[in-house]
């Protein structure tokens, strides 16, 4: 009776000395299912989500304090995924924040622009390049399209462009043929 | 010389009717000026050139139109003498059939020469050489059009190059003009092999041909007699012999293994075409400004023909005296693994090797396409040994991770799976989609991933832009509650004492 207290004693104080070293070798930094809801999202930065970017709504969706559905670039197929990684029922894109749209990217009508900078301190990735009272212009690379350039321009010379398709970008498409019906080949 | 060593066969493959005497019975044709040219800066993989002529520049045969951006691109240079007319988007070759930037020049008649000059190849390394090629506009000529100056290369330090293949199996139906350059070009070849064979610092060159090219196989037999380091290897006609690794087994017996190069085990390839054009370039200058492109099909007189890159297509086909039956569909490339033209009002570029004019059974006799039986025809032609019909499916159902898991990148398109499969299922079709949908996948997730490190900058950036202030804001405070207050306090209690000092004097006066 004696010993066998002790034998669980021992061993509950080894696993516990084993976990609690481990606990500290192997910390984790950081919040890893939020890292990876993170890179499930779109990164456009664009806060239709109702949070000001993608990684306070990965946050907001691991703390339980947002839905998946709320991310209109994402998709349908980036609930899908997101509903896969939880493991939750799958839900409709919530129309409150948003319908997904074509990606495009913004366009600065450069004749127009005054220089005035506030488009630049509104984009989220540092895309818009220009100073005081200079031209600027959209780095089409880095532009996520988000949109947030274009409430505060004063003389409304940004707008957002549709990514057309052309002979870089092409894919092949899902091929597309009637199957046969075969009739005289059903048996009767 | 050794002719008749072991050949190792390959899985799978298929032997269609080749269909290459339509077009091997008359020489090939120097096609000459025509009324335009019209260059797409897109002939090759990799980034688009860079555009070194503006409107209406007059512009020399052989000069730079533009340059290669980067290390996996190639330059484009005029083909012939003229003044440049447009700098637009026109139609290309290309499966999409979406224009695509175009340079267009008038030829002026006089076809002349910019200067050029050959290379002394012998006393340069080939880190020079590489450069000069590299200005060259020279691409892979079966039809990939990669650019050949990434080709030319040592391998890893510790497996240098060993052997240099020639490919000249030529494995597709219909395409003749590796086979005509061979029998029209035997000599220039042999001497460009030589070249590369040199500048390479290889120990033996192999050209590995299909048994179907007879006169090629006799005049480069005759040709390489007296040479002691280059071989000929004739190998069956199974299509897809001519795909680089297919070939490497055939001829050495070596299985590349996936996501590895034949570099990598000492081997080095390349087209009979492109051996000729690196000859070209570095004995002559000239750069990569024409080809061979075999016109065959349903037209009244089919042969090859050496034509200038930018030659309308449309001119090509009038001289071959245009369709016998008309139905407007023009395949570039093989039947195999080529494409539906969108149109015939495209030029030449460096990629097109073949068009054919489409027979009647080809465009009428659309079998339908039935269920898929899972009869695995399609694993047994397949020569990379892959499972199409799980492929398809995968593809199909578009689980494109799963289709990713049964290698299918692996998969080199080369649509043996399709020509056997009974149901008449367009495979090939379905793997393109899924590969491109893939990529696609791909780059978004890298392009969010430069999306996120940006944004995570700018916050970090603003924070710390937002410390910088407050300590700044702090300091200033500081200092002024220090030295200034203090000094300004006592400038006050100083004027002061100045006003009492005056009234009191003033109230002596008084």
């Known amino acids: 009776m004696f010993t066998s207290i002790l034998i669980v004693i021992f061993l509950a104080a080894l696993i516990g000395i084993i976990l609690g070293i ?10 890893p299912i939020i890292d990876k809801i993170d890179s499930i999202l779109p990164q456009t930065q664009c806060g239709q989500c109702g949070f000001p970017g993608c990684k306070p709504y990965a946050t907001a969706i691991a703390n339980g304090a947002a839905d998946i559905n709320q991310c209109p670039p994402g998709g349908d197929e980036g609930i899908h995924k997101l509903a896969d990684l939880l493991g939750v029922e799958y839900k409709p894109l919530n129309a409150e924040h948003g319908e997904p749209k074509p990606k495009s990217v913004a366009v600065i009508d450069e004749k127009t622009c005054i220089g005035c900078t506030l488009c630049i301190q509104a984009c989220p990735v540092d895309a818009i390049l220009g100073s005081a009272k200079h031209m600027h212009t959209i780095i089409e690379k880095e532009c996520t399209g988000c949109e947030l350039c274009l409430p505060p321009c004063p003389v409304d010379c940004i707008d957002m462009a549709p990514i057309e398709e052309n002979a870089e970008n092409w894919k092949w498409k899902y091929p597309v043929y009637k199957i046969d019906k075969s009739p005289e080949r059903r048996v009767s | 010389m050794k002719v008749f060593e072991k050949i190792f066969k390959f899985n799978g493959g298929i032997q269609a009717k080749t269909k290459k005497n339509i077009s091997t019975t008359s020489p090939i044709k120097q096609f000459g000026l025509p009324s335009k040219i019209i260059l797409p800066l897109r002939q090759h993989i990799g980034k688009l050139a860079k555009l070194k002529v503006s409107v209406g520049d007059h512009v020399l045969k052989g000069q730079l139109i533009a340059e290669a951006d980067g290390n996996v691109s190639a330059a484009i240079h005029a083909p012939t003498s003229g003044k440049v007319l447009s700098i637009e ?8 059939g979406l224009p695509d930037f175009c340079v267009e020049i008038e030829p002026d008649g006089k076809d002349k020469w910019v200067q050029i000059k050959p290379t002394n190849w012998k006393k340069i390394d080939l880190e020079k050489v590489n450069k000069l090629l590299l200005s060259s506009g020279i691409v892979g000529l079966g039809g990939a059009a990669f650019p050949t100056h990434l080709k030319l290369n040592h391998g890893k330090a ?16 219909y395409i003749t003009c590796d086979d005509m350059l061979m029998r029209e070009k035997t000599n220039e070849l042999i001497l460009g092999i030589k070249l590369v064979h040199e500048i390479l610092g290889v120990e033996e060159s192999v050209i590995g041909i299909e048994d179907n090219k007879t006169v090629a196989i006799n005049l480069l037999t005759k040709a390489i007699e007296n040479e002691k380091n280059i071989f000929l290897k004739i190998v069956p006609t199974i299509y897809p012999s001519g795909d680089a690794k297919r070939l490497i087994y055939l001829l050495k017996g070596i299985k590349i293994p996936k ?7 000492g081997i080095q390839m390349f087209n009979v075409a492109t051996i000729v054009a690196i000859y070209r370039f570095l004995e002559f200058g000239e750069p990569s400004i024409s080809r061979i492109v075999t016109i065959t099909g349903n037209l009244r007189s089919p042969r090859n023909y050496e034509v200038l890159l930018g030659t309308p297509l449309e001119e090509i086909i009038d001289d071959a005296g245009g369709q016998v039956v008309k139905n407007n569909t023009f395949i570039m490339g093989g039947p195999m693994m080529g494409f539906k033209l969108p149109s015939i009002n495209v030029p030449v570029t460096k990629a097109m090797n073949c068009i054919i004019s489409s027979e009647p059974d080809m465009v009428e006799e659309k079998k339908p396409v039935l269920p898929c039986i899972r009869c695995a025809r399609c694993a047994e032609a397949c020569p990379v040994q892959l499972q199409p019909q799980e492929l398809f499916w995968f593809s199909k159902s578009k689980q494109l991770e799963k289709a990713e898991e049964y290698n299918l990148f692996d998969c080199i398109e080369c649509g043996c799976c399709s020509y056997v499969c009974p149901s008449n299922i367009p495979l090939v079709q379905y793997y393109r989609f ?5 990529i696609e996948e791909r780059q978004e997730q890298e392009q969010a991933n430069i999306a996120r490190e940006r944004n995570e900058f700018r916050i970090l950036r603003l924070e710390r832009e937002k410390q910088e202030r407050a300590e700044r804001n702090a300091l200033r405070r500081a200092q002024s509650s220090n030295e200034d207050k203090t000094k300004l306090i006592e400038e006050k209690r100083k004027a002061i004492a100045d006003a009492l000092k005056r009234i009191e004097a003033g109230g002596e006066e008084q």
């Open chain 1, 22 to 31: 481990s606990s500290i070798k192997f910390k984790v930094e950081g919040d």
């Open chain 2, 89 to 96: 988007k026109q139609l290309i070759p290309h499966p999409s």
């Open chain 2, 158 to 173: 510790e497996n240098s190059l060993k052997t240099l293949i020639i490919n000249a199996a030529e494995c597709e139906p």
């Open chain 2, 259 to 265: 996501s590895q190069r034949s570099s990598d085990y």
């Open chain 2, 434 to 438: 899924a590969k491109s949908e893939i």
